[in-house]
C-alpha cells in the first residue's frame, strides 16, 4: 500500500516516528517532502494544533483520507466524520497497523453513502491497548485520558487510561 503522509513541520519528529511504523506495518510511504505523491492509496493526515492553522480542504478530496490525531485538537468537517486514529501516548507499531486496516477498508471516503453518526476513532495507548470505547460505559475513546502516576506504596510507576465519563480506568506498570 502507498501511502502519502501529510503533516506539518513542527509535527516532524512525529511524523519521522509515524513512517518508520508505518513501513514495517508494510505500508510505502511517501512523506509531504516529496513533490511526487501520485499514486498513493491513503492520505495520512497528521493533525495538531499546527496542522489546524495550515490546513486546507483540498486534501479531504483525496480518494481515502485517514486522520491521525497528536492531540486534542478537534477535526474539522468533513475529517471528523472520518475512521480516525488517536495517538494517545505517541506513535506504536500497534497504531501503524490500525492505520494500515484503516487504509485498507473498501470504502473510501468520499463514498456518498450514509454518514455514521459517530466516526471510528481508535485510540491507541501503547501496552495498555486500543480502545474505540470504553469497555464499561460504552462512550467514545475520545473520552479516555492516558495518565502517568506513582504508587508510593508499592514504589512503582504506573500509565492509566481513565474514562471522563463513568470513571473506569486501567492501568499498568510503566
Known sequence: ???HLSYQPKDERQA?????ALGRAGADVVPDAHADAAGTNAVVLLWSYAAKAAWVAAQADSERVIPVRLDDCPLPPPLNRLPQVRLAVGVTDAAAAAIVRLALIDTPSGDQGTEPEHPLVISDFGSLGQYETCPQCGVGSDRLRPY?????HDDRALRLVICGACGWQ???DL
Not at 148 to 152: A, F, G
Request: glycine share 6%; aromatic share 6%; charged share 20%.
Open 1 to 3: 500500500m502507498r501511502t
Open 16 to 20: 519521522a516516528s509515524l513512517a518508520s
Open 148 to 152: 502517568v502516576t506513582v504508587d508510593h
Open 170 to 172: 486501567d492501568y499498568g
